[in-house]
Each structure stands twice: as structure tokens, then as C-alpha cells.
């Protein structure tokens, strides 16, 4: 399978995806046009922040591979609908945060600053009935998280950020314990392998809700999970993939540096 998507810049990178069918929807080709992956990688790596692999960010973590993040946008594109809450865990570098928060702010209305402070009054943690959109990445090295604030300024969604009720949160708490602040989330996308079943993220999922996760040791497999309306979960496996273990942050910086995020 012709899988690796290189491109020379963001567009040609999103274009190789689009060729290669990884990428093939409208919402999700937008927002990876709208987001520029050279501006979550660190600078003169060796490596070209287009090319089709994971990358390393610092602190024993990479940048997952672009047909990888393709792949997983794709799997719950749906879900990100007008005032979806979106819990994206491993954040990392910030990108695919990024993603998600492009996915839902399609005008750039967000981006450009122009949703009003009054308009966002009523979004409050922990409301179910949400009436506003919010993206919560979730990790838990204070270093990356400082990256990816960075990261996001430089590709010009610091608003993202901004004011009292942001479209986008980046936190540093562990990931395995979710984030129960903003609770049910419509979305939920692991970016480290879970041993096992996510139990404890499921219950964050909201009815109708999907989650994406790598599962096992080792060598694992892309499961998606689904909650229907009165909360019963299915799942299924998506593909095979290589990820980093979901982890705590002692036993990550003593690990030897290992490159996460492709297909197998
Ligand atoms: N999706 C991100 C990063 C993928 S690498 C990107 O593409 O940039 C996996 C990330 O998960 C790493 O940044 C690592 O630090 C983080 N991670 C591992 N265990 C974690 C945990 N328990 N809680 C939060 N983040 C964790």
C-alpha cells in the first residue's frame, strides 16, 4: 500500500493523504490545510515537518506521523460537530489539538478573534448542554505543553487560547485519569497506547460519543469505541498501529527515546 504521504510543504503533504485516500473528507482536508505541521515540530530537526513520519518533540515523545493524525480525524469527523467538546489526550506538540479546533471553527471566526466575550458567556465546565465548542489536550509533561501553547501561537491560533472560555485548553494533568472539569466530551482521541480498555476515559464519553485509542502492549491496535444514546458501548478495531505507552511522566524521561504514531 502506497501509505507514505510525503509532501515539500503543508499543502502537498495534504495533498499526497488526499491521493493516497487516507484523506477523504471535506471538514477534515480543511482543517489539515488550515493547520501547518512545520509549526509543531522542532526546528531543524533533519527532518522535514512534511514528510510522512513521527518526529521527535523533546521529553521522549514525537509528533505522530501525519497519515496517522489523517486517520484518526477521519474515524470521528462526524462527532465534531457546531458545540462539540473534544478531549484530545498525549497532546504533545498540539497539532492535532490544533486540528480539532480548526474542524470546528470553520469561518475562523474564533481564529480571527470576532466571537464576542458575551457570546461565550453561558460556557461553563461541566455543563452536558453545551452551547459552545471547547477542545481540552491533555498532557501530562509541562515542557510539551509549553511547546504546544507555543506552537499554536506561531501557526497563528493564539486566540484559540484566549478569554475566559478559550476554544482551546492545554493542561498538564495525566491523561489516563481523563479531564473531568469539562466532562461528557463528544470526542476523545488517545495519542499513547492504553494497556488495556480505557475504562475510566469511557465513562467521560458522552452518549453518542466516540473515543479513539490505541489498546495493548507492544504492537497494538486502533479501537474505537461508541456510546449510543442510553450509554451502551460496541467497539471495533480500526487498524494495527505503533504508539508510545500512555505512561507516568518519571518513567517517560528515564525511557530510551522511542518514535510513536504510524500504521503498521
Ligand atoms: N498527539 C501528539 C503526541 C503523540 S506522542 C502529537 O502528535 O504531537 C504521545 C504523547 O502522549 C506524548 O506527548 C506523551 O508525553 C503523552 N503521554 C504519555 N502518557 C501520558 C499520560 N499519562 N498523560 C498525558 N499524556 C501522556
Redesign the pocket.
Known sequence: MAWRSHGTDNDSLVNALVRNRVLKTRKVIDAMRRVDRGN?CVPFSGQSAYEDHPLP?G??????APHM?AACLELVHDRVTENARVL?????????TSCFAAMLDHHDSYAAGSIRAEEVEDRRPGLSDTKYPIVVG????KD?VDFSIENTKKDGKGKYLQGPEPLVVLKV????EGYPPYAPYDVIHV??ASPEKPTKLLKQLANGGRLVCPVGRGWQSLRVYDKDDKGRVTEFDAMGVT???????KE?MGRASAS??SFW
Do not use: F, K
Not at 138 to 141: D, L, M, Q, R, T
Not at 243 to 249: D, F, I, R, S
Open positions: 509543531y518533540i521529553s521522549n515523545a514525537t509528533i505522530s493524525h484530545d489526550v498525549g497532546s504533545g506538540s498540539g497539532y492535532l491533555v498532557e501530562h509533561i510539551l494533568a495525566d491523561g489516563r495519542g499513547a504508539y508510545v505507552p500512555l505512561t507516568g511522566a517517560q510513536s504514531g
